[in-house]
């Protein structure tokens, strides 16, 4: 899984050795991995709270499914430009479906800090927002 449409895929999955952190994973760029804006700045942002990993692998689908029967997988996202985050609820894999929580408190929480930061509402990180 790498992304969604012309989106980049995120994945939250809580970590299978107790006390350890969740990981927040997505595609690293490769080539073929959209090096968006958006991709970037969730990174940013997640690394700047430090409250999960920031991990840039190739998940796989067999570790998605995995992590989902194991009650492992918290939340799924699109994020792309034009609807920079998008939660995934449902995923096919070999004709089965993976059930995933809509909208997860770190899918809103982006979407919240990111347009916050677009309108000037917030602060965003430096260098992130010139005032013309």
């Not at 920031?54 to 067999?62: A, I, N």
């Not at 909208?103 to 260098?127: C, H, N, S, V, W």
Request: aromatic residues 8%; hydrophobic residues 40%.
């Amino acid at each position: 899984a790498t992304e969604v449409g012309a989106m980049n895929f995120f994945v939250l999955l809580d970590s299978k050795t107790p006390g350890d952190r969740p990981e927040l994973v997505t595609a690293p760029l490769d080539g073929t991995i959209l090096p968006g804006v958006t991709r970037q700045s969730i990174l940013d942002l997640a690394r700047s709270w430090d409250e999960f990993d920031v991990v840039e692998r190739f998940p796989t689908m067999g570790e998605i499914r995995d992590a989902a029967r194991e009650g492992r997988l918290i939340e799924a996202f699109g994020a792309g430009t034009a609807a920079i985050v998008s939660p995934i609820s449902c995923i096919q894999y070999q004709g089965k479906d993976i059930d995933i929580s809509t909208t997860g408190d770190l899918t809103q929480r982006f979407f919240d800090e990111l347009i916050a930061i677009q309108y000037g509402k917030k602060e965003g990180p430096d260098g992130w927002s010139i005032k013309i």
